[in-house]
């Protein structure tokens, strides 16, 4: 056996690792976006356009915050395919300003208004998307003085449940930690009861704004 055959051997059965971002895995996290965009589940034709889930929810963070970012990847070494994500950023007023300036414009004018139905209504309507994804200040909590951050984290099916979420959220913890950010929040759907059993398990807990429509959770990244 050659020598790199060895260590690909060897990589392999180490099983997933996370890195860093690179912008090379851009399309393979608005991939696993859409793959994990409905209620934790496949969004994949739910809205006219693919892209949608994506360019609100994932791509807006690795192009603001890329070294807030970090992937899981397959067994196989840190060449091998990305599976999951955690997607971070530590201030998320200056977030909002930079969405506003950067982000916004673009995407209206790429999605000026809804497409043709898809037949599959989702509660998060495509209007109501695309509201979202022209308009900053939804991101702006009560809480943004005490809880500055926030995050999004995905992962496909196949690497969900083996511990990996949680080294996601302790990895981007500690990345936040050591900038001196305090404290982190997240927003989620209401229907994704895995995702909430999840956070709870990892000790978020609800913060005042948190209703039971729209669940909003913090955490110390200490
Ligand atoms: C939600 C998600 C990020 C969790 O990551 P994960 O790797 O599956 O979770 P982990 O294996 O790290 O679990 C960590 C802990 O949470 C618990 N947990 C995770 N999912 C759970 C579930 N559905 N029900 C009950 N407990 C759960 C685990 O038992 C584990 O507890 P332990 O560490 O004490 O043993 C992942 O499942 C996922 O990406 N789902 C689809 C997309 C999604 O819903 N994203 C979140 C949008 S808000």
Do not use: K
């Given at each position: 056996m050659t020598a790199a055959r060895e260590r690909s051997d060897a990589a392999a059965a180490a099983g997933p690792v996370i890195r860093p971002y690179r912008p090379a895995d851009r399309d393979a996290i608005a991939r696993i976006c859409l793959l994990t965009a409905a209620g934790g589940g496949d969004a994949t034709g739910?809205?006219?356009?693919?892209t949608l889930m994506p360019e609100v929810y994932a791509l807006p963070y690795v192009d603001y915050a890329p070294d807030l970012a970090f992937v899981v990847v397959g067994?196989?070494?840190?060449?091998?395919?990305?599976l999951g994500y955690v997607l971070g950023v530590a201030d998320t007023a200056d977030f909002i300003e930079w969405y506003r300036r950067e982000w916004a414009p673009g995407f209206r004018r790429r999605h000026p208004t809804p497409g043709?139905?898809?037949?599959?209504?989702?509660?998060?309507s495509e209007a109501q998307l695309l509201a979202d994804g022209g308009?900053?200040?939804?991101?702006?909590?009560?809480?943004l003085d005490d809880y500055p951050a926030h995050l999004h984290i995905d992962l496909l099916p196949e690497l969900q449940g083996r511990g990996l979420g949680r080294l996601l959220i302790d990895t981007l913890r500690a990345a936040l930690a050591e900038r001196g950010v305090e404290r982190l929040h997240l927003g989620m759907d209401a229907a994704n009861s895995g995702a909430r059993a999840f956070y709870d398990r990892l000790g978020f807990h609800e913060l005042p704004s948190s209703t039971p429509d729209a669940p909003r959770l913090g955490i110390g990244t200490r």
């Amino acid at each position: 056996m050659t020598a790199a055959r060895e260590r690909s051997d060897a990589a392999a059965a180490a099983g997933p690792v996370i890195r860093p971002y690179r912008p090379a895995d851009r399309d393979a996290i608005a991939r696993i976006c859409l793959l994990t965009a409905a209620g934790g589940g496949d969004a994949t034709g739910v809205y006219s356009d693919d892209t949608l889930m994506p360019e609100v929810y994932a791509l807006p963070y690795v192009d603001y915050a890329p070294d807030l970012a970090f992937v899981v990847v397959g067994g196989g070494g840190d060449e091998a395919p990305v599976l999951g994500y955690v997607l971070g950023v530590a201030d998320t007023a200056d977030f909002i300003e930079w969405y506003r300036r950067e982000w916004a414009p673009g995407f209206r004018r790429r999605h000026p208004t809804p497409g043709a139905p898809t037949g599959r209504d989702p509660a998060y309507s495509e209007a109501q998307l695309l509201a979202d994804g022209g308009d900053p200040e939804r991101m702006r909590i009560p809480e943004l003085d005490d809880y500055p951050a926030h995050l999004h984290i995905d992962l496909l099916p196949e690497l969900q449940g083996r511990g990996l979420g949680r080294l996601l959220i302790d990895t981007l913890r500690a990345a936040l930690a050591e900038r001196g950010v305090e404290r982190l929040h997240l927003g989620m759907d209401a229907a994704n009861s895995g995702a909430r059993a999840f956070y709870d398990r990892l000790g978020f807990h609800e913060l005042p704004s948190s209703t039971p429509d729209a669940p909003r959770l913090g955490i110390g990244t200490r």
